[in-house]
């Protein structure tokens, strides 16, 4: 990545000084919490007594542990469907956003608006839309003649959630898209009609390549949301107190913490969680040199 | 986004917890009865319990001028969060609300201040107090604790729907049969398209305290061996419960499984949409809004008699505190008939005064009809939820490993088998 303006002399001095407060955040907040977080990994600590030296035992029971395990299998799996759906999608509705249509900021709006509403109020009402017996779905689908399934089952429940999380993101995946979009010059496309390539390979030939940037910052961030999604999928799939038809990594750490005194063990998971992703981003970055175009 | 934010946030503040030396327990320092004293008290609670708990403290400070106390009131999930995170850093509050189930919890850990000694200098306030309640918080080495008002569960019933199918109301003399038959014909298609609409009973197919500890009692199961390390859940006579339980879900289908209980906003009675309820105190002001008749009535007699759960919220001292003596004159006013009465009020729980529990300002409650004396008189045959130390992780051992079953994705015996393996595991490790 390159940047075009470079700070000269004394504006340099003051570059350093505005973002002291930041980094100085940045260190000991971030920095430190995860020193601090690697720490406790290797011990027995219930918050409430002084911590005592565990070695490698939290990290052995992230192995044994069935819970733990479904943790974060569950994790993984949805990240692996969720990742490159809501890329497609949000680019999808992008591209149907980049036009000079009648009401178009109503339409990018009513795209936006999951982004900006309360996860849980949503949740309740894909509750509704969900329900088995006197859902909105299954009416539908009854009326339409096909018998309606229970989507919060265990069955079925993956499906049910990689659509309500992809829908949430669509409107921030479009808001990078029609960014990206728009820095494309149109004499690419008047050049490319003028040889007499259709709109399908216009899109594989200029617009794709020239979005890379997008679609690698997108993935990214839709990656590190994977992650550590859990609003909706709590929302929709709780249980008793705490207990989920569908529990996540982050949910897992904060139950294993917080409800059940048990700080060394959250800390290993959270480690874990914190390498998968590390893991992910040397990937994506190490395809970004390969595929990302910057212009 | 923001509440995982908060929860990586919460997982990382250990960071700076941990760095903080724990400070040397205070000697209680005589103190002089014109000396400024500052007390924060914490519970859970609803705003207008916070409400309530600040006309208390305002009486107080009218009695102790020289004491100010600052009260803060959370939500249940927040208090406990804030309460871990203060007595790590020292900076708890010098009383703080404690649920029974989870006492043991902090006791154990050494973070409470033994009340023993002001319960021995103050033999007359513990005489008006239900013995029942007080069961929970006694230890080896004293009361680390005192209850503030307890819940029994009762039997709560619809009176319209049962109106409308023409059954005759709950009465003391009930059996789970009876129950059972009744729920029967409260099931209902209203609208004929097929789906039930109404279900005769509900119950928590989690917690066992609405749930289903009433019934393993009352057919002569229990749940936790004396000693706390067997989990006795899977025994004969328990499992004639459960299986009664899953047979009223699967069988007679006059109960909502837990995807059809999510369904219907994980309150089915609330919603209007179950005839019959087993629940506590602290659901009241909900019904009383929810635009119904409903009433209350025992919990269903077992081949072992009659039983039913009692669970009580109280107060704690930090072992940190600097006015220990100060903190306990609150307790004992909170403790006093008037406070009682102003709680009883709210109506979110039994006060734990005699005395009050037993006057019109516990029986007689504004706006409504529910005989509040059946609240009383279940004490006779409560049993007390369990408490001990790791008690969420052994309920979730339980809770969670039962929800297959209540979803219809698994078998009863196998499922039980599994569940009180993995619930033994954690009994053993938090020994």
Redesign the interface.
Known sequence: MESGLKPLGKEKLWLWLMLTPTLIGLVFGIVGSILATLGLSFTHWDLLTPPRWAGLENYKVLFTDPKLIKALVNTITFSLLYVPAVVVASLAVAMLMNRKIKGLSIFRTIYFLPAVTSAVATAIVWNMIYGQDHGLLNWVLGRIGIAGVSWLSTKNVLSALIIVNVWGAIGEGMIIFLAGLTTIPKDYYEAATLDGANRRKQFWKITLPLITPSIFFQTLMSTINAFQAYDYIYMLTRRGQGDSTFPVMVYSIYRNAWTFFNYGGASAQAIELSLFVVALMAFYFWLEKRYVFYD | ?K??LI??L??????????TA?AAPVQAPEQASTEKVKLTFSAWGAPEELAVWKEIVNDFQAKYPNITVNVEVGDWDAY??KI??Q??ANTAPDIFAMDAPLYL??QT???LLNLQPFVDANPDMMKDIYPQTLEAYKTADGYYGLPRDFNTIVLFYNKDMFDKAKVAYPTVDWTWDDLREAAKKLTLDTNGDG??DQYGYTF????MEPGWSEALWSYGGEIVNAERTKTLIGEPQAREAWQMLYDMVFKDKSCPD???V??L?GDPFTAGRAAMNAMGHWAVPGYVGAGFQFDAAPMPKGPAGHATSVNSAGFVVAKTTKYPKESFEFIKYVLSPDAQGKLAKLGFAVPVLKSVAESDTFLKQEGSTLIQQVFLDSLEFAHMKPVFRGY??W??AV??GL??V????AELNATLDEVVKAADAVLAKVK
């Open positions: 986004m509440r995982t929860m990586v919460l997982v990382l503040v250990l960071a700076f917890t941990a760095c724990p406990w969060d871990k995170t007595l790590a919890d902090y850990r050494g973070v789906k039930i928590d197919q989690w917690d837990a995807n059809q999510a369904e906003g969420d992780e309920a979730a809770g969670d929800a297959p209540w979803n219809g994705e």
